[in-house]
């Protein structure tokens, strides 16, 4: 079946632009983790949706990253007035399990590059 | 909280080596341990895990791990690398009662035909 799916593969962008990162996850699956994996420093986590319960934004490193989900499926990763910092890969993950105990199943990830 | 030790950066062994890569956690309760496989240009992939039970877990392509938890550590065996296990290796746990996962810093293996 269909794994789950990012867009863009690749992101330039100038230095203060807004950017948007979207995710598929696999279909049913309830779980939506977002992840940055910056060059050394492993994968760091940001975000996390459960079904229609209000998400975990304790990952986020500042105000300027938000991330939605509609309708329990898609999500969209947002930064706002990129900085060069930003530049990481940010990887999407669709779990299945019972909550809290998800297996997760990773995207190919967005390489953001800030200029 | 929670975090994870990847003792290795970077590991070279000549093809059929046998290989450990070494993992250990800091938390206080139960846990899932999670070894995560990215090899060049691919994303990341579940080699195996353990949830509970036999604590000699065996994944996908020979691998296997084994918890050991009074030593906290859920290191990665393979008797005999392949060339095509050129790859980073990550090791991730997380806690009871928690959906996140926390990543090692990964160990990049290269093996050498």
């Known amino acids: 079946g269909a794994g789950v799916s990012q867009s863009p593969s690749n992101k330039v962008t100038e230095k203060g632009k807004d950017v948007e990162l979207r995710c598929d996850p696999i279909?049913?699956?309830?779980?939506l983790y977002w992840y940055r994996q910056s060059l050394g420093q492993g994968l760091e986590f940001l975000i996390y949706?459960?079904?229609?319960?209000?998400?975990?934004k304790s990952g986020l490193p500042s105000d300027r990253f938000s991330a939605e989900r509609t309708g329990g499926s898609v999500s969209t990763l947002t930064i706002q007035r990129t900085q060069q910092e930003d530049s990481a890969v940010y990887l999407c993950?669709?779990?299945?399990?019972?909550?809290?105990?998800?297996?997760?199943?990773f995207g190919p990830g967005t390489r953001l590059t800030v200029t | 909280a929670q975090s994870v030790s990847q003792h290795n950066h970077h590991v070279i062994l000549s093809e059929a080596a046998s290989l450990e890569l070494g993992c250990n956690y800091s938390y206080g309760g139960t846990v899932n341990l999670f070894w995560y496989v990215q090899y060049p240009g691919q994303h990341l992939q579940l080699l195996l895990k353990y949830f509970s039970g036999d604590p000699l877990v065996k994944g996908i392509k020979g691998f296997e791990a084994e918890f050991i938890k009074s030593k906290f550590s859920f290191n990665l065996r393979k008797p005999s690398v392949q060339w095509s296990d050129t790859a980073e290796y990550f090791c991730a746990v997380n806690g009871a009662g928690s959906y996140q996962l926390t990543f090692g810093k990964g160990t990049k293996l290269s093996v050498i035909p």
């Open positions: 279909s049913g699956h309830t779980a």
């Open positions: 949706f459960q079904g229609n319960s209000a998400p975990d």
């Open positions: 993950a669709s779990g299945v399990g019972t909550s809290p105990f998800y297996e997760q199943y």
